[in-house]
């Protein structure tokens, strides 16, 4: 299967860490991204290349990968990452697969 | 500075076409896959079609073969979406990406195709 699947929403306290998760069978061969969508914006990338993050996004944010699940960990979460994450892979076609999506709250 | 720019979407009614346009700087258009994706509204993204380097190969998601039609001009770094027979459910934000994703870091601003009568 190409799909990847995410928990819906999840919640942290100011601070505190927390890891959003993303499964599927293309995750044993591709890497996963990670891109972070704040209401009314485009999304925007956290993460590549399983543990790389792009130039301007903060150290708290950290990536892994294991098996079918590649795991987004945000150590120390602010009220401002408070946004929906989205994971995305690729297939044997070279097509894109996001995951569904998940809300995180800060408390 | 690394630029995605979409354009070209508009209200349509059901059965019209529209083109999107996808305007690339910053980065060596050409070297990569280009991919159009769209987000339905209150929905994530989901991806609709690809290009390879030079167009010679394309591939499209099931809800839009037939239809719709991926293409670039690497000398004007653009990439294009033909889109025919629309239907409601085309209505959301259309935009492009490159793969790998490192070459462009922030999504342009999409291009929003609504299809109502």
């Known amino acids: 299967s190409s799909d990847l699947t995410q928990d819906p929403a999840v919640s942290v306290a100011l601070g505190q860490t927390v890891r959003i998760t993303c499964q599927g069978d293309?995750?044993?061969?591709?890497?996963a991204d990670w891109h972070q969508q704040k209401p009314g914006q485009a999304p925007i990338l956290v993460i590549y290349g399983k543990t790389n993050r792009p130039s301007g996004i903060p150290d708290r944010f950290s990536g892994s990968s294991s098996g079918n699940t590649a795991s987004l960990t945000i150590t120390g979460a602010q009220a401002e990452d408070e946004a929906d994450y989205y994971c995305k892979s690729r297939d044997r076609s070279g097509n894109l697969v996001f995951g569904g999506g998940t809300k995180l709250t800060v408390l | 500075e690394v630029q995605l720019v979409e354009s070209g979407g508009g209200l349509v009614q059901p059965g019209g076409s529209l083109r999107l346009s996808c305007a690339a700087t910053g980065f060596t258009f050409s070297g990569y896959w280009m991919h159009w994706v769209r987000q339905a509204p209150g929905k994530g993204p989901v991806w609709i079609s690809r290009t390879n380097n030079d167009g010679s190969s394309t591939d499209y998601a099931d809800s839009v073969k037939g239809r719709f039609t991926i293409s670039r001009d690497n000398a004007k770094n653009t990439l294009y979406l033909q889109m025919n027979s629309l239907r409601a459910e085309d209505t959301a934000v259309y935009y492009c990406l490159p793969e790998p994703a490192v070459a462009a870091t922030t999504w342009g601003q999409g291009t929003l195709v609504t299809v109502s009568s």
């Open positions: 293309s995750l044993r061969n591709y890497y």
